[in-house]
Antibody, heavy 121, light 110 residues
C-alpha cells in the first residue's frame, strides 16, 4: 500500500534551518508529485510547495520564496523539504502529501504522519 | 496568494445536511475545476474527500458531494453523522501554478 513516512520531530533555534524527509513506498516514485503542507498551532492548513518528481520542477508559496526548498532523491524514493531562517512563526506540524496520479492538481490522496518542528530559543 | 474564504463553523443535527462554502477568485476557484476538500481530525493526517470539484476518491462515502458556481465551491455532507465532526478545508489550484487552502471550517454535530 502507498505509504509516506516522515522524519521525526525537531527543535530548532531561531535563525537555524530544518530539513524534513518524506520516504515514499508502494508506488512508482516518479509517477506522482509530492507537496508539503504545514499547520501551525491553532491555525489552518497552509500549502508550502510541490515538486514534480519526473521533471524535478518545483513551485513554492509566495510567502516562503527564498526560504523553502523541496528536493527529491530517486535512488531512495525520498522527498526533502528544507526551511531556512526559522522564526517562531515556523513552529508547526509539517506534512508531505502525494499528488494523486492522473488526477487534478491539489488532489493530495496520501499523507505522511506529520513532523512537528518547534522553533524556540 | 490569499487564503480561500470559508465559514469558521457549521453545525447540524444527526441526519441533517450541511453545506460548507469556499470562496476564492477567478484566479483560483473560479478559473479552474481544480477544487479539493479535506477532512481533518486533530492529531491525524488530513483525508481527501473530494477532488476536481465533485469527484470522490475510492472509499469516501457518497454522503459527501462537491459543487461549484462561479468563484464559490461547496461541500455538502448529507445524513450527518457523529464521525463527520472534524475540520474541513478546501483547496484550489491557482493561475500561478500553486496551491492555496481555505481557512478551514469546524463542523459540529449537535
Amino acid at each position: 500500500q502507498v505509504q509516506l513516512v516522515q522524519s521525526g520531530a525537531e527543535v530548532k533555534k531561531p535563525g537555524a534551518s530544518v530539513k524534513v524527509s518524506c520516504k515514499v513506498s508502494g508506488y512508482s516514485f516518479i509517477d506522482a508529485g509530492v507537496s508539503w503542507v504545514r499547520q501551525a498551532p491553532g491555525q489552518g492548513l497552509e500549502w508550502m510547495g510541490w515538486i514534480n518528481i519526473y521533471y524535478g520542477s518545483t513551485e513554492y508559496a509566495q510567502k516562503l520564496l527564498g526560504r523553502v526548498s523541496i528536493t527529491s532523491d530517486t535512488s531512495t524514493s525520498t522527498v526533502y523539504m528544507e526551511l531556512t531562517s526559522l522564526t517562531s512563526d515556523d513552529t508547526a506540524v509539517y506534512y508531505c502529501a502525494r499528488d494523486m496520479p492522473a488526477a487534478t492538481p491539489v488532489a493530495f490522496d496520501c499523507w505522511g504522519q506529520g513532523s512537528l518542528v518547534t522553533v524556540s530559543s | 496568494q490569499s487564503a480561500l474564504t470559508q465559514p469558521g463553523s457549521v453545525s447540524g443535527f444527526p441526519g441533517q445536511s450541511i453545506t460548507i462554502s469556499c470562496t476564492g477568485t477567478s484566479s483560483d476557484v473560479g478559473g479552474y475545476n481544480y477544487v479539493s476538500w479535506y477532512q481533518h481530525h486533530p492529531g491525524k493526517a488530513p483525508k481527501l474527500m473530494i477532488y476536481g470539484v465533485s469527484n470522490r476518491p475510492s472509499g469516501v462515502s457518497d454522503r459527501f458531494s462537491g459543487s461549484k458556481s462561479g468563484n464559490t465551491a461547496s461541500l455538502t455532507i448529507s445524513g450527518l453523522q457523529a464521525e463527520d465532526e472534524a475540520d474541513y478545508y478546501c483547496s484550489s489550484y491557482t493561475s500561478t501554478n500553486k496551491g492555496v487552502f481555505g481557512g478551514g471550517t469546524k463542523v459540529t454535530v449537535l
